[in-house]
């Protein structure tokens, strides 16, 4: 079962996406901050990050730009989560470090989708 660390900081979209995401048969490991995402990523070894951006303590952005500067966990795919649908938004994450970039309300099968073409690409056939 892949590994997912869900760094999102609302309580109420971490539990919708969490319990939505285990019922397709990932582990979800949860953090509330960005301080705490990079951490986690480091200690959790997740497959694959969801990264919201607009988080407290660590912004998205700079959480991502710690996980890729860190070589133990630079290789983690890392997918960007925001309300913020500009594209502008899109290209900061890209050139933070985020391989892929998704709009909330989260419309898990696009999300899935995402999460699935990352795995593969990540994992040797």
Aim: charged content about 30%.
């Amino acid at each position: 079962m892949p590994k997912i660390l869900l760094v999102e900081d609302n309580e109420l979209n971490r539990d919708m996406l969490s319990r939505r995401l285990e019922r397709r048969g990932f582990t979800v490991v949860m953090a509330v901050d960005g301080g705490q995402g990079v951490q986690m990523a480091l200690t959790e070894k997740p497959d694959l990050i969801l990264m919201d951006m607009g988080l407290p303590v660590l912004d998205g952005w700079e959480a991502t730009r710690q996980v890729r500067a860190d070589p133990a966990s630079a290789h983690i795919p890392i997918i960007a989560l925001t309300a913020h649908a500009m594209s502008s938004d899109e290209q900061k994450a890209k050139e933070a470090g985020c391989d892929e970039f998704d709009t909330k309300p989260v419309e898990l099968p696009r999300l899935l989708d995402k999460i699935q073409a990352l795995l593969s690409r990540s994992r040797p056939v």
